[in-house]
C-alpha cells in the first residue's frame, strides 16, 4: 500500500472553531488531493497541490484552506468549521510515473461537527 | 466540464454468481483514463481496475473486467463469482490525459453503487 498516512482519523469539533485535519506521505510524490466523501456525492475534489506551495482550488473549496509546506505534508484547514462540513475527508497522491497512475488513498478522517 | 454516472445507487447478487455495474461518462475528451474503486465498510478506498481510452482491450484484473465502449461512453465492471468480500460501495471515476496533475490530473467519481452479496 502507499504510503499515507492521515491525520486524526476522528475528530469531533464545535462550530466555529478551527479544523486542521494532516495527510503525511512517504513516497515523495509531487501531487496531494483532499476530497470530501457524502452520502449520495461521492467523493468531491476541495484543494490539490502539485508541488511545494503550490495549491489550487478544487470544486467545492468554499470554506477550506490548505498549505504545504513540504514534499511529505498536505494540510487542510477549516477557519470556522460549520455543519455542513461534516464529512468524511480523504487525502489522495499520484505518483509521477505515467498518466494512469491511480490515485491512491489515505484511511479517511471522519469529522464531525455540532 | 466531466461527469461520471453511475444509474445504480444498489446492487445485490448470489455468492459465486456474476454481477456488472453500470458505468456512464461524459467528456469532449479523446485520452482519459477510467478506473473502479471498492470502498468497503472500512472505508479504505481500493483500486479494483483500471482502463485507457486509446487501448481497445478491456482491462481483466483476476474476477474482475470492464466492458469498455468509448463510443457509447459506458465503463461497465463486471465481478465474476462474486464473493462475500466483495460487498462494498464501487465507484466509477474518471481522470482527464490532457494535462497531468493538476485539476486534470484529479478524478472525477460518479456517486457510487453499493453492492451486497447474499450468501
Known sequence: DAGITQSPRHKVTETGTPVTLRCHQTENHRYMYWYRQDPGHGLRLIHYSYGVKDTDKGEVSDGYSVSRSKTEDFLLTLESATSSQTSVYFCAISGGQGRNSPLHFGNGTRLTVT | ?119
Do not use: H
Open chain 2, 1 to 119: 466540464a466531466q461527469t461520471v454516472t453511475q444509474s445504480q445507487p444498489e446492487m445485490s447478487v448470489q455468492e459465486a454468481e456474476t454481477v456488472t455495474l453500470s458505468c456512464t461518462y461524459d467528456t469532449s475528451e479523446s485520452d482519459y483514463y477510467l478506473f473502479w474503486y471498492k470502498q468497503p465498510p472500512s472505508r479504505q478506498m481500493i483500486l479494483v481496475i483500471r482502463q485507457e481510452a486509446y487501448k481497445q482491450q478491456n482491462a481483466t484484473e483476476n474476477r474482475f473486467s470492464v466492458n469498455f465502449q468509448k463510443a457509447a461512453k459506458s465503463f461497465s465492471l463486471k465481478i465474476s463469482d462474486s464473493q462475500l468480500g466483495d460487498a462494498a460501495m464501487y465507484f466509477c471515476a474518471y481522470r482527464s490525459a490532457g494535462n497531468y496533475g493538476g485539476s486534470q490530473g484529479n478524478l472525477i467519481f460518479g456517486k457510487g453503487t453499493k453492492l451486497s452479496v447474499k450468501p
